[in-house]
């Protein structure tokens, strides 16, 4: 008896623990998206380049990825209007050939909501 009215007190707690937080969930916050392209000097996608990415109005950046084997590359942001500043690190990187790239210039790239911003890093040697 003792047992029976256990299992019904143990299975009507587990029913109520997953009606609750099936109902206390949140939508998932709206944000954009800056997706972008890493490109040696001749044109070609580069892989596993350092890619940082800072609000334009701070100094150390935010965020730091790095290229996949298209060169592509893609950071989450907030939503909302924000500007943003995206370049590539490349110290002490060399290409298998052995030439050192240089970084290419920041990219300032603009936010007004929850869009998504398409950029492309060229590097020099």
Request: hydrophobic share 40%; net charge neutral.
């Amino acid at each position: 008896m003792l047992a029976a009215v256990l299992s019904v007190v143990v299975v009507t707690g587990l029913w109520c623990a997953g009606h609750a937080s099936a109902d206390d969930r949140q939508p998932p916050k709206p944000y954009a998206l800056i997706f972008g392209t890493v490109w040696d000097p001749d044109g070609r996608p580069l892989y596993g380049v350092t890619v940082k990415i800072r609000r334009a109005n701070e100094k150390k950046a935010r965020w730091e990825l790095y290229s996949d084997h298209a060169g592509e590359f893609a950071q989450r942001v907030p939503a909302g209007k924000a500007d943003y500043v995206v370049w590539a690190d490349v110290k002490g990187s060399k290409l298998p050939s052995g030439r050192k790239l240089k970084s290419g210039a920041e990219i300032a790239v603009h936010i007004d909501s929850d869009e998504r911003s398409d950029i492309g890093l060229h590097l020099e040697w």
